[in-house]
């Protein structure tokens, strides 16, 4: 099963043998720990639960702990097959970064950095209003949003790009290609860049 939990660590530049430079993220993945198989059979659906990052067992609630068997982790993802069929994996096994290699293609998902209330310069890209002679207080406003005769009949339609919260969404960058692998220190090393901050919790999954 290629799949791992990690952290996202920092950015750096990697050159290849052949000369080429790649900005590349690194992503600390702690040994996962398999917790728990779902089946057809009892639960609808075949997946498998994995749990990663140790902490202090006071942190954590006791029926999670009863859960892992004693073991505190911090987060808990599940992942399924694509063709629906059950993982022959048991449970308390171990995943690495040793499933990975260089040269292929994996998928990443994570939650994007939180922006707060943005207006729509910043959220869309919008332009503002013009800067001529005249113009008040126009330079990063919407513009027009409705009115009478409009598309919609004289009210805001759905949709309509305004300001409002961005960031904090869950992202997926497809088909990033693995640079390095170091099983030594549990880190996988991809190139380009990775939603979220430094520490944002990040799925790495394999084709």
Known sequence: MKFILGTKGKMLTVFTEDGRA??????NAAPNTVTQLK??????????????????????????????????????KEVR?????????????????????????VTVSAISKGRGFQGVVKRHGFHGGPRSHGQKHSERSPG???????????????????????????????????????????????AGAVPGKRGTLVEVRGF
Request: aromatic share 4%; net charge positive.
């Open 22 to 27: 790649f900005a590349a993220t690194v992503i």
């Open 39 to 76: 089946t057809k059979e009892k639960d609808g659906y075949n997946a498998v639960q994995v749990g990663a990052g140790e902490t202090t067992p006071k942190h954590v609630a006791k029926a999670q702990l009863g859960h892992t068997k004693g073991k505190a982790l911090k987060f808990f």
């Open 81 to 105: 097959n694509r063709d629906g069929s059950a993982e022959a994996v048991e449970v308390g096994a171990a995943l690495d970064v040793s499933a990975f290699a260089a040269g292929e293609k």
């Open 144 to 190: 027009s949003i409705g009115g009478s005769g409009g598309r919609a009949g004289g009210r805001v339609a759905k949709g309509m790009r305004m300001a409002g919260r961005m960031g904090s969404d869950r992202v997926t960058v497809r088909n990033l290609a693995v640079l390095q692998v170091h099983t030594d220190t549990n880190e996988i090393v991809l």
